[in-house]
C-alpha cells in the first residue's frame, strides 16, 4: 500500500480552506507522515516612482506576508492538537515556489485545491496546469464538494507494451503506482474502485486498411486478439496489485476493471462522467530523465475534459524543469 511521510498541503489566503485542511491532516495520522502547510503571495513589483527592492516596495512584501502568516494559523490552530504541523508563506509565482519547496524539504505529495477562476471552462487553470506538468512528487487537487469522503475512485492505467525497452520498466512501475494509490484511498474512503485502460488499433484507420487489403474477418480477428492481450495484461496487473494488498483488501474494494475500445482522451473522461467518479488517479508523464519536457497530449486532453479531483503521478526518474538556482 503506498504510504507517504512527508506532506505538503497548499492554501490560498481568502479561500474556504477546511476541506483541504481536513483531508491532509487525515491522511498524515494514517500515515504517520509530518505535515507542511503553506500559503503563496506573490512577490511585490516597482510601480511608478517606487524603485525595486526599496523601502516601500519591501514594506509592503512584508505587510502581504505578515497577513497571509496571520490567516493561514487561524486556519491551522484548530488542528494542531491532533497533529504537529509546520507552517510556512511562500514568496513568488506560486507553483514555482511550490515545486522548490517539495525539492527543498523532499515532500512526497502536494495537496491542493485547484485554482478557481468563474470565467475558465475548465476545472484545472493554468497554475494547475504547471504543477501537474513540472512538480516532482504526486499532486492531489482536491475539487471542493460537501462530501468528506469519496464514492467512486477511478485508475487509468496504461497496460501496452509496446513501448522501447528503456521506457517500458518505468511505464510499468507508473501504472503499479496508480493502482496502490488508488486502492489505498479507496480502503481508506470505503469508496468503489474502477480501473480503466483504454486501447484502440491502428489497424481500423481507414489509410492502414486501403495500403494492406485487410478483409473484414481478418480485421475482426485481429480486434479481437487485441482485446484479448489487453485483457491478460490488465489481469496480470490485477494479481501484481493482490499481491502487494492482500486478498482481503482487494475482497473489500471490489475493483470494477473497465477495457475501453477507443483513444484514452475520449473514453476516459466519458466513463468518469458516465460513473459519477469523485477522483481520477492517473500519469501526467510517460517519459523519464528528460528535463523539461511537457506532459503528454493524451494527459493534457484529458485534465482539461474531467471535472473532479485528479491524483497525477510521475514515473519513477521524472526530472522536474525546475530547479533551486532559477
Not at 511562500?90 to 524539504?105: A, D, H, K, T, Y
Not at 489505498?184 to 494492406?212: G, R
Not at 485483457?231 to 486478498?247: C, I, K, N, P
Not at 475534459?305 to 519513477?316: D, E, G, R
Request: some cysteine; overall charge negative; aromatic content about 6%.
Amino acid at each position: 500500500m503506498q504510504r507517504f511521510k512527508d506532506i505538503l498541503c497548499v492554501v490560498e489566503a481568502g479561500k474556504a480552506g477546511k476541506h483541504i485542511m481536513e483531508r491532509a491532516v487525515t491522511l498524515a495520522e494514517e500515515n504517520q507522515a509530518s505535515l507542511t502547510v503553506v500559503d503563496v503571495v506573490d512577490r511585490v513589483t516597482a510601480g511608478i516612482g517606487m524603485p525595486e527592492g526599496g523601502p516601500i516596495s519591501a514594506d509592503l512584501q512584508a505587510a502581504l506576508v505578515s497577513d497571509r502568516v496571520e490567516g493561514l494559523e487561524t486556519l491551522v490552530d484548530p488542528y494542531r492538537a491532533r497533529i504537529e504541523i509546520q507552517t510556512r508563506v511562500l514568496v513568488g509565482v506560486s507553483f514555482l515556489e511550490i515545486i522548490r519547496e517539495v525539492l527543498r524539504n523532499g515532500h512526497d505529495l502536494v495537496i491542493k485545491s485547484p485554482e478557481y477562476r468563474d470565467w475558465l471552462d475548465r476545472l484545472f487553470g493554468s497554475e494547475d496546469m504547471h504543477l501537474l506538468r513540472k512538480c516532482p512528487c504526486p499532486v492531489w487537487l482536491i475539487k471542493p464538494g460537501k462530501q468528506k469522503s469519496y464514492r467512486r475512485i477511478l485508475a487509468a492505467v496504461d497496460v501496452g507494451d509496446s513501448y522501447p525497452v528503456e521506457e517500458l520498466a518505468s511505464r510499468r512501475a507508473l501504472r503499479r503506482q496508480i493502482l496502490e494509490m488508488a486502492s489505498s484511498l479507496a480502503l481508506s474512503d470505503f469508496a468503489e474502485l474502477h480501473i480503466v485502460h483504454a486501447w484502440e488499433l491502428i489497424t481500423e484507420s481507414a489509410i492502414y486498411n486501403a495500403f494492406t487489403y485487410t478483409t473484414e474477418e481478418k480485421h475482426a480477428a485481429n480486434v479481437e486478439q487485441a482485446r484479448q492481450h489487453y485483457a491478460t495484461s490488465l489481469d496480470e496487473l490485477m494479481r501484481e496489485v493482490t499481491g502487494d494488498l492482500g486478498h482481503d483488501a482487494l475482497d473489500y474494494i471490489k475493483p470494477q476493471t473497465h477495457l475501453v475500445k477507443g483513444s484514452a482522451n475520449k473514453e476516459i473522461p466519458a466513463l468518469a462522467k458516465q460513473i459519477e467518479a469523485d477522483l481520477i488517479v492517473m500519469g501526467t508523464v510517460a517519459r523519464t530523465g528528460v528535463p523539461g519536457f511537457i506532459m503528454g497530449n493524451t494527459a493534457e486532453t484529458i485534465l482539461n475534459q474531467i471535472n473532479c479531483s485528479v491524483l497525477a503521478v510521475k514515473p519513477p526518474g521524472f526530472i522536474t524543469p525546475v530547479t533551486l538556482a532559477d
